[in-house]
């Protein structure tokens, strides 16, 4: 059974860095994009960007672009999801989520609650 | 950039009634169109891609319809757990989503 884990909320202040994780089980890692979609509460999804965790090629929303960075580990099935400098308007709830060859996304994280306030 | 509209905001509607919400993309992308239901505090849930093809263990209840830029997403007879909002995603440019649709007790 396919399985998406991610870390627990964050509470951070403004400028501080952080990476967010989301642990694959239940399939081959490698064989499926991972996507990252941003919820600001109360407000609809956006697609933030997504990667190939088999080569780690990345391709990010122009929304996104330069502000996150996407990566992967292929030796422990976990995307990451970074920031170097946050600012409140990241506050927002991140999932993770699997890119079937389709392109859809079958299958969700739980989501990682991430609140940046001074 | 593609820009996904949904229609309307919000849809009152009574158990047992059929709902139909919109979607218009701002340019075509063929019948690469999926909807997601999201319930408070959960994780969007796949119900329908490819315009059409219901997910694996979708009811019958949910329906797609349409292609290039107008799409629709039937609800036949809403049954109390459907009370959600519902996202369209086009997936032939980028992954953009629409704004939402809830679907709300009348």
């Known amino acids: 059974e396919v399985h998406l884990v991610q870390s627990g909320a964050e509470v951070k202040k403004p400028g501080e860095s952080l990476r967010i994780s989301c642990k694959g089980s239940?399939?081959?890692?490698?064989?499926?994009?991972m996507a990252w979609v941003r919820q600001v509460p109360g407000k609809g999804l956006e697609w933030m960007g997504r990667?190939?965790?088999?080569?780690?090629?990345?391709t990010y929303s122009p929304s996104f672009q330069g502000h996150v960075t996407i990566s992967a580990d292929k030796s422990s099935d976990t995307a990451y999801l970074q920031w170097t400098s946050l600012e409140a308007s990241d506050t927002a709830i991140f999932y993770c989520?699997?890119?079937?060859?389709?392109?859809?996304?079958?299958?969700w994280g739980q989501g990682t609650l991430v609140t940046v306030s001074s | 950039e593609i820009v996904m509209t949904q229609s309307p905001a919000t849809l009152s509607v009574s158990p047992g009634e059929r709902a139909t919400l919109s979607c218009r993309a701002s340019?075509?992308?063929?019948?690469?169109l999926a909807w997601y239901q999201q319930k408070p505090g959960q994780a969007p849930r796949l119900l329908i891609y490819?315009?059409?093809t219901r997910a694996t263990g979708i009811p019958a209840r949910f329906s797609g319809s349409g292609s290039g830029t107008e799409f629709t997403l039937t609800i036949s007879s809403l049954q109390s757990e459907d009370f959600a909002v519902y996202y369209c995603?086009?997936?032939?440019?980028?992954?953009?989503f629409g704004q939402g649709t809830k679907v709300e007790i009348k």
């Open positions: 239940g399939y081959k890692f490698t064989d499926y994009w």
């Open positions: 995603q086009e997936y032939n440019d980028w992954w953009t």
């Open positions: 990667i190939d965790p088999s080569d780690s090629y990345t």
């Open positions: 340019q075509s992308v063929s019948n690469n």
């Open positions: 989520a699997r890119q079937e060859p389709g392109n859809v996304f079958q299958f």
């Open positions: 490819g315009a059409s």
